[in-house]
């Protein structure tokens, strides 16, 4: 099949992260007899940094005509004077809103040779494996906001119409996976959280094959230390969810191996990892491509609907994960271009 990839590499080890996942997507491409195209853009502080802008109407335009969108991270201490006036995370909001990508899926697992990175126990991690689906697009991140001189607000509004999509996707999710929703809100304080938990129930109706559970931000904040074998498919508003997944991410042992995939109506998804543009590291080449390899995985299953492609990229990474060589986030001490090689080397032999 033929599909357009736009990159966005962006700022700190992000090119480097996106370099080595393109040349996966590259090799997949040539072993599957598909033609990808890639058109890189510039965005966050590298464009900041050329045009005045975080994101340009070009850019958004190329991103917008795409089958998919693969982004390294934006930002870096040159830009995060909190009174500038642009700033690179303000293009990535831009970018959200302008795909429509109201769904941020972030899959956890915990690698058993690298069970020893996770704050879990052993018997803690075995069986975990949870698809967080966070509202990317309303709530607090998006509401009003006002300041006086000695107050602020940020109004966190959700629609009907905003809860129910993000639910069906969810449970959509789920019906190829083990079938079990988890509906995270506050609705016990919160109105936004109360026709959150009324919607998602109204909504599951329609999947009588998929059981739901409802749990408190707060408990769940626990529950995923204390029983994270427990969950399926955790699905929750903006705020939480970017609380929640961050935590998950620290069940993982290293912020360099979580891919995330940012979907909605539209055929244009956005992939990337999650971490940040790690400017402690960026420019020596050691930097994990491991997230944005697996965020490549994702754009081939969800975007393109090429799952065999994308399994055959989860097994190479697994097989790397296993069998080294290792990144130094997880104990190893190659290169980013070791690591990217190794990847290469595995899809070759097992694909
Ligand atoms: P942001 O605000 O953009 O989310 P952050 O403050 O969460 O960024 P990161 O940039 O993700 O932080 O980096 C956090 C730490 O994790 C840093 O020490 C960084 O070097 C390390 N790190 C992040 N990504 C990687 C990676 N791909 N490989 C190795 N180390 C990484
Ligand atoms: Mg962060």
């Known amino acids: ?15 480097e992260v996106t370099a080595a996942a393109v040349a996966v997507l590259q090799a997949v491409a040539t072993h599957y007899e598909h033609a990808f195209s890639f058109d890189e853009h510039l965005a966050g502080g590298a464009a900041i940094d050329a045009t005045g802008e975080p994101l340009t109407a070009a850019t958004l335009t190329a991103c917008q005509a795409a089958d998919a969108v693969l982004l390294g991270a934006v930002g870096g201490p040159k830009w995060s004077d909190p009174n ?3 700033r690179p995370e303000q293009g990535l909001l831009a970018l959200r809103a302008g795909l429509g990508v109201y769904a941020n899926l972030r899959p956890l697992t915990v690698h058993p040779a690298l069970a020893a990175l996770s704050p879990l126990k052993d018997e803690k991690l075995k069986d975990v494996d949870v698809l967080f689906v966070r509202e990317l697009t309303g709530g607090a991140y998006f509401g ?9 607000t940020d109004e966190c509004k959700y629609t009907e119409a905003e809860i129910e999509r993000v639910t069906r996707r969810a449970f959509e999710l789920a019906r190829g996976r083990r079938r079990h929703v988890t509906s995270v809100d506050k609705a016990n304080v919160l109105e936004t959280s109360r026709l959150w938990r009324r919607t998602v129930t109204r909504v ?20 995923l230390l204390t029983r994270p074998g427990s ?8 705020l939480f969810g970017d609380i929640l997944t961050d935590e998950a991410a620290a069940l993982a042992g290293s912020l360099g191996l979580l891919p995330s995939a940012s979907i909605g109506e539209g055929r244009t998804g956005l992939y990337e990892p999650i971490h940040g543009s790690a400017p402690d590291i ?38 790397v994960l296993q069998h080294g060589p290792r990144s130094r986030d997880i104990g190893g001490s190659a290169s980013t271009a070791e690591v ?8 070759e032999e097992h694909a």
């Open 144 to 152: 009003a906001k006002t300041k006086g001189a000695d107050y602020a």
């Open 340 to 347: 990217r090689d190794a990847v290469l080397a595995a899809l």
């Open 84 to 86: 500038a006036k642009v």
């Open 204 to 223: 599951a109706a329609d999947y009588p094959d998929v059981t739901l559970e409802h749990q408190l931000v707060d408990s769940m904040a626990m529950l």
């Open 1 to 15: 099949m033929k599909a357009r990839i736009v990159t966005l590499p962006g700022d700190g080890v992000g090119p």
């Open 282 to 319: 960026a420019g020596k080449g050691i930097a994990n491509p491991i997230g944005t390899i697996l965020s490549a995985a994702l754009l081939l299953r969800h975007s393109l609907q090429l799952e065999a492609e994308a399994q055959a990229v989860e097994a190479a990474v697994d097989h």
């Open 231 to 238: 969950y399926d498919v955790v699905v929750t508003e903006n």
